[in-house]
């Protein structure tokens, strides 16, 4: 079950929502052996799962259907509950400098959207939150018209509306629009450096750019792009980082990057790399950025592209199997739903690898090499910065 949060609220509140929601309506018995469930929040969206045995649908919807009552905790322990939040937030970025260093960014690259807002919070934040204003956030937010319920297993149709009949789930009166992704705007053009002395960190670079495209693509379509680009990219053969930094020249041990769309219009690029031996940080950090520019401004080599693409068929499903095509259909539903998007059909998306160009390859990069918002950190041992 997966709520939007809206843009009136922090996502933090909605973080101290979801765990008084969870507790409140699935997490408040004993469940039956071979259930598991949780709760999770992140910056637009916050879900609910429960699992369990075929056969036991009702009954899971039974429980699930809980969140959209109003609760009504003990205020202690409901008070209490904050504490666990607090310990979340010291797990996740008390001593770790790589944590820190990407809500940092967050912050930056986001400027002005919601993205920049971290459901984490501060330790002041934490302790300020309301019982009562989580009890109002609830009754405005949880709501039939507002859910998106996804179910995956080995069920029919059939069989969900008569679970959904048998355990009462409430009808939406009046329907709505299905909720969407919040809109981004990229803020202007701009860079930060962010340091981040850490004796114990093991040394090693964030750079990433968020750019704005010249014009929309459709977003799976946009997705599929993007990974083949930074498959290419991955790749010691001509057009890709891994020979000009690594093997070519001894800059970097090893490094990782990932390209991805935010939305329609904007896509961001992230590049982590750990120094070789006597290399700077600034040093890492000027050899990647050089070597970037040259392989935008020259293109994917034709050959480079043709192999990768071979590669590239394990991003789809193998539709002449059925079992296989039903998990990865389920899998990019959820995502889609977590994400607030409408998922394509899957006559659609077999569609879709037919219009993977080069080209459209090449502008990607010829983008990501040009104006953007970059924000890059420098995390280790001080005196490999410079």
């Known amino acids: 079950m997966i709520f939007p949060q809206g843009d009136r609220v922090t996502p933090l509140a909605f973080h101290y929502l979801e765990h008084l929601t969870w507790l409140s309506?699935?997490?408040?018995?004993?469940?039956?052996a071979g259930r598991h469930s949780n709760a999770w929040t992140k910056r637009i969206a916050l879900g609910y799962w429960l699992s369990g045995g075929t056969g036991e649908l009702a009954d899971i919807l039974r429980r699930l259907s809980g969140v959209f009552k109003p609760f009504d905790l003990p205020r202690p322990f409901a008070e209490d509950e904050r504490k666990i939040l607090l310990r979340e937030y010291e797990q996740r970025l008390i001593d770790n400098p790589g944590a820190q260093a990407e809500l940092a960014m967050d912050a930056f690259l986001y400027a002005g959207n919601r993205d920049a807002l971290s459901p984490l919070g501060t330790p002041a934040e934490i302790r300020s939150l309301s019982y009562d204003a989580a009890r109002a956030l609830h009754d405005s937010s949880h709501r039939p018209d507002q859910a998106r319920l996804v179910i995956i297993g080995d069920v029919t149709r059939a069989e969900?509306?008569?679970?959904?009949?048998?355990?009462g789930w409430p009808k939406v009166q009046?329907?709505?629009?299905p909720p969407t992704q919040p809109p981004f705007?990229?803020?202007?053009?701009?860079?930060?450096?962010?340091?981040?002395?850490d004796p114990h960190a093991v040394t090693h670079l964030i750079w990433r750019r968020v750019v704005t495209l010249p014009r929309p693509v459709q977003f799976d379509l946009l997705e599929a792009e993007t990974a083949l680009l930074r498959d290419i990219l991955d790749t010691n053969l001509p057009g890709g980082l891994a020979g000009p930094l690594r093997f070519d020249a001894s800059i970097t041990r090893s490094f990782d990057i990932q390209i991805w769309p935010i939305d329609e219009d904007n896509i961001e690029i992230s590049f982590t790399a750990w120094p070789d031996s006597g290399v700077t940080l600034a040093a890492l950090r000027a050899a990647f950025e050089k070597t970037f520019a040259r392989i935008a401004r020259d293109g994917i080599p034709k050959?480079?592209?043709?192999?990768v693409l071979k590669r590239f068929d394990d991003y789809w499903p193998d539709w002449k199997?059925?079992?296989?095509?039903?998990r990865w259909m389920a899998n990019y539903t959820l995502r889609r739903a977590a994400a607030l998007r409408q998922p394509l059909d899957p006559d659609k998306i077999r569609r879709l690898p037919d219009r993977l160009s080069r080209a459209a390859l090449d502008s990607l990069l010829h983008q990501l090499a040009g104006r953007g918002r970059t924000a890059v950190a420098f995390i280790g041992s001080?005196?490999?910065f410079k």
Do not use: C, W
Not at 25 to 32: D, E
Not at 174 to 177: D, T, Y
Not at 185 to 197: G, I
């Open 303 to 307: 050959a480079t592209y043709a192999r």
């Open 174 to 177: 009046k329907k709505h629009s």
């Open 185 to 197: 705007k990229l803020a202007e053009p701009d860079r930060t450096t962010l340091r981040f002395p």
């Open 25 to 32: 309506a699935v997490g408040n018995g004993k469940l039956n």
């Open 382 to 384: 001080e005196d490999r």
């Open 321 to 326: 199997e059925a079992d296989k095509t039903a």
């Open 160 to 167: 969900i509306r008569q679970a959904m009949l048998k355990t």
